[in-house]
Structures are given as C-alpha cells and as structure tokens.
C-alpha cells in the first residue's frame, strides 16, 4: 500500500515510530541504557495514542453522541495509560531522564509537524 493511500492518523502513527527509531537509534551512540530510556519515552507517547486511534476510528459512522463519548471516553483512557506506563517505565534501574524524556517529547511533537505539512 503506498502512502499516499494511508489514512492521516495512520501516517501520524507511523511517523511517531520512524522518529522514536530515529531518536533511539541517535542516543544509541552514547550506550544502550539511553538508547532503551529514548524508546521507552517515545512508547509512553506512543501506545496511548494508538489506543485511541483504534478506539475513535472504530466509532465512525455512528451516532454523533456514540462518537462524543468515544472520544472522551478514549482520551481518559488514553491519560490514564500514558500515567500507568510512566509509573511501569520508572520502575527500570538505571533510566536515563533526558532521553525518556526526549523520547517522548519527540513522540509528541509528531502531531504540530504533521498539522504543518497539511
């Protein structure tokens, strides 16, 4: 399939992995532990976006109000989980804070890149 056929939340996702790689794949040069913090930041951005992305693309066509509370239900859940998975990420030894954090920072700011391009 190519790309341009991608929906643009699927492009967004997509992107979000290409730059935790990139990122993680950058702080790699200075050891593995900033390499696997960098990762782990961009995944505690990334998973609770790809559950809602599932959760608010499976209500489409429905209902106005089912839509509604799909997305508030799904953005609670997605805050929650993002909470859930930095309390299981500060559980490692020896995590690097600066990669975590850019990691999930980068992560995030797929989504202000992704509204430039559009």
Avoid: C, H
């Amino acid at each position: 399939m190519a790309i341009g056929n991608l929906s643009t939340v699927a492009k967004i996702l997509g992107y979000q992995m290409l730059i935790i790689t990139v990122l993680s794949l950058g702080f790699a040069v200075g050891g593995w532990q900033k390499a696997f913090s960098s990762a782990l930041g961009g995944l505690a951005a990334f998973i609770p976006n790809l559950y809602f992305a599932l959760r608010v693309s499976g209500s489409a066509g429905q209902d106005p109000r089912k839509i509604l509370k799909s997305f508030y239900t799904g953005e609670s859940v997605k805050l929650f989980l993002t909470a859930a998975l930095f309390l299981l990420i500060f559980q490692f030894p020896n995590l690097e804070i600066l990669p975590l954090l850019a990691g999930y920072i980068a992560a995030l700011s797929v989504f202000w890149f992704a509204l430039l391009m559009r």
